[in-house]
């Protein structure tokens, strides 16, 4: 399962022009670092009217203005600084702030007035009207700002901007691949492991709500990118953990039917890689170790096919299930009383097939399966094909016995054999049949 990847285009550290207006359309503080640089090289002239104000503070704001007014010119502008200086400047200012002493007084005459009952109400409306209309007394001073002036900073740096370019034709061929192996891993219901199923749902979740958030960008910012590869990564794990779960739980179903401990412990083993697999994070080591771990569940899936399909010859053989009363008749007599040629020698075929089944399935709990792949199924394998030969002539007898009842006495005979969970017993033909419908 190979996922798409968004092929992102990163501009970072690159003059140009466009990369300069976008940043100004979505960085508000961006376009103040404009604006500085605009009127310290006397360029901002060329974007608007030239006004005269009594501060920096205003003049900077009108240039700000112009900027957002007209983000193209601004940042060729701008660019040409750039190019001229070889960066741009970034200057800054520390204030310090002091709240007037008379204020402060006033506050704290309020805070216990509010807590003082002996205070009476006419006092507290002259220290409210005092406070919040200004009626008894202006103040000397309201707040005080000084600049301190020894702290400025006035350094140069070189551009970088927020600008990527997106894909999103890309991106939205990944959303519906990821959407597709979704929707198709869905399709199963099976238990949770270490909570992988559910970690699996919240991180497809982020990724459709990330993407549809974004898709309709031309351009994100760096930390977008970040996140968005992230995200990606994350949902990539999850579904090829997911994938695994899926393998796993179709794997002990069969197994677990089986008498193998080989296979079984094979399972043990399997579940204990699983778990520290999702422990890490999605890199080039995950995708490594999960083609390892599916390679090995497929292994296995292949011995455990081997071995159930010996299992089932040896069942079939050890196991007589009649076909009809008659059937079984024909059987007790051939076994007990007086056994037809053709008889005993599918019973001698039984018995050596059965040896060999035997042979093969103590033979993988020790050794393996390359062991017996190479000295019982490929050696024996004509010994294989006549178990498979003497099954098929024995249904044949038994539905050639059931069809001979039926033509001859089915009607005569009220009684007939019935299995019931591995049982045989006889029963009514009339009441079993009810039992049926």
Not at 8 to 16: G, I, P, Q
Not at 218 to 233: A, D, G, R, T, V
Not at 300 to 309: C, K
């Amino acid at each position: 399962m190979r996922l798409l990847f968004i092929f992102l285009s990163l501009f970072l550290s690159c003059e140009t022009t466009d990369e300069i207006y976008n940043k100004i359309l979505t960085d508000k503080f961006f376009r103040g670092i404009v604006a500085d640089n605009l009127i310290e090289n006397k360029k901002y002239a060329d974007i608007g009217e030239i006004k005269e104000f009594e501060t920096y503070s205003e003049l900077r704001g009108y240039v700000i203005s112009l900027v957002e007014k007209n983000p193209k010119k601004a940042a060729e502008l701008f660019s040409g600084v750039v190019k001229e200086t070889g960066g741009y400047k970034i200057v800054s200012e520390n204030y310090e702030y002091e709240i007037n002493p008379v204020f402060k007084s006033l506050i704290d005459q309020m805070k216990r007035a509010s807590s003082d009952n002996s205070i009476g109400d006419e006092s507290r409306r002259v220290l409210s009207s005092t406070l919040f209309e200004g009626v008894w007394k202006k103040p000397d001073g309201d707040l005080s700002i000084t600049s301190n002036n020894t702290e400025i900073n006035d350094y140069r740096v070189t551009p970088e901007y927020n600008s990527l370019d997106l894909n999103v034709n890309k991106l939205l061929s990944e959303k519906r691949n990821i959407d597709s192996i979704w929707n198709y891993l869905n399709e199963y219901s099976v238990r949770d492991i270490n909570d992988i199923l559910k970690n699996t749902q919240s991180a497809y979740l982020k990724f459709s709500k990330y993407v549809s958030s974004i898709s309709g960008m031309k351009k994100i910012n760096p930390e977008q990118s970040k996140s968005l590869i992230s995200i990606i990564n994350e949902v990539s794990k999850y579904l090829k953990l997911k994938v695994l779960v899926i393998r796993y739980r179709e794997l002990e179903e069969r197994i677990m039917a089986l008498k193998s401990i080989r296979l079984k412990n094979s399972l043990s083993d399997l579940y204990n890689r699983m778990i520290d697999l999702s422990s890490k994070n999605n890199s080039t080591e995950f995708d490594r170790e999960f083609m390892s771990l599916f390679s090995d569940m497929d292994t296995i899936a292949s011995e455990t096919t081997v071995l159930n399909n010996v299992y089932d010859l040896k069942n079939n053989l050890e196991r007589y299930y009649p076909s009809c009363f008659y059937d079984w008749l024909v059987y007790k007599i051939n076994y007990y009383i007086y056994p037809s040629k053709k008889f005993l020698v599918m019973m001698s075929q039984k018995k050596d097939i059965l040896l060999l089944l035997n042979k093969i399935i103590s033979g993988y709990e020790k050794n393996g399966f390359d062991h017996i792949n190479s000295n019982l199924l490929i050696t024996e394998k004509k010994s294989l094909d006549d178990a498979f030969k003497l099954i098929e002539d024995m249904n044949e007898i038994k539905n050639k016995n059931r069809k001979i009842q039926y033509y001859f006495f089915d009607n005569l005979i009220p009684y007939d054999i019935y299995t019931k969970n591995g049982k045989r017993y006889f029963g009514l033909k009339y009441a079993e049949e009810i039992k049926k419908h």
